[in-house]
């Protein structure tokens, strides 16, 4: 054979070797391509929470009795409305990150390496206690949920206001935390987005219990 007919076959055959060797790379050596996360242990935590936290909101007024004033029943309705959408949008998130709707470390979120301060607010306080035994800011005892259940007119319409109106504020507290701990994204605006409602609510229950002589809890 001519050498440069070799020459010839020899450059075709590297050709092939070279196609064939990187149509097989990625089965000997598999490519290895990291997911981004849906959402961020900071996200999951707070979303987990917060679930949770509305979860007895929708519990009180469940036990709140109907026949009071009109006003406090359509507010109950409202808060009712509201956080079983915002419920609704969570437990979508976590579904989508593949994470469970309960949480198994409450508030635990504060302390995690996802959890940096993106901003600077003295108004947000961070609970220095870690663990399964941290409690969410808000949350009502079994007894103040059995004797909303039991009480009647003023006395459920007192209970049910005081009651919800620390529980806005407990609320409030895990938003404004998550919003500073966040940079950006979905679950940020909707904290955001709490932060404004609740509190707008907030202040029409402090209103409702200045006309009935009450005061909020401490």
Known sequence: ??????????TSLAFVLLVLGAALRPLV??????ATPILN??????????TAH??????MVQR??????????????????TQRLEIGTMLGWLRLANASPVPTHPMAWMHTDD?????????????????????????ATMAELDALAAAHGRD??????????????GGIAMAQAADELLPSGPVKETAR?????????????????????AAPLP
């Open 156 to 169: 459920a319409e007192v209970l049910f206001l005081q009651l919800m109106f620390r529980h806005h504020q």
């Open 64 to 81: 709140l009795d109907r026949n009071i004033d009109p006003v406090v029943v359509r507010l109950a309705d409202q808060l009712d409305d």
């Open 41 to 50: 242990s900071v996200e999951i935590g707070f979303v987990q929470d917060m």
């Open 115 to 139: 959890a940096v301060p993106h901003q600077h607010s003295a108004a947000v306080a961070m609970p220095d206690k870690k663990g399964p035994d941290t409690i969410m800011p808000g949350m």
């Open 193 to 213: 987005s709490m932060i404004q409602a609740q509190g707008q609510e907030t202040g029409v229950m402090g209103m409702l219990l200045t006309q009935l002589g």
């Open 1 to 10: 054979m001519p050498r440069w007919m070799r020459g010839a076959a020899l």
């Open 54 to 59: 509305h979860q007895q909101a929708l519990i």
């Open 29 to 34: 050596l598999p490519e290895t391509h990291t």
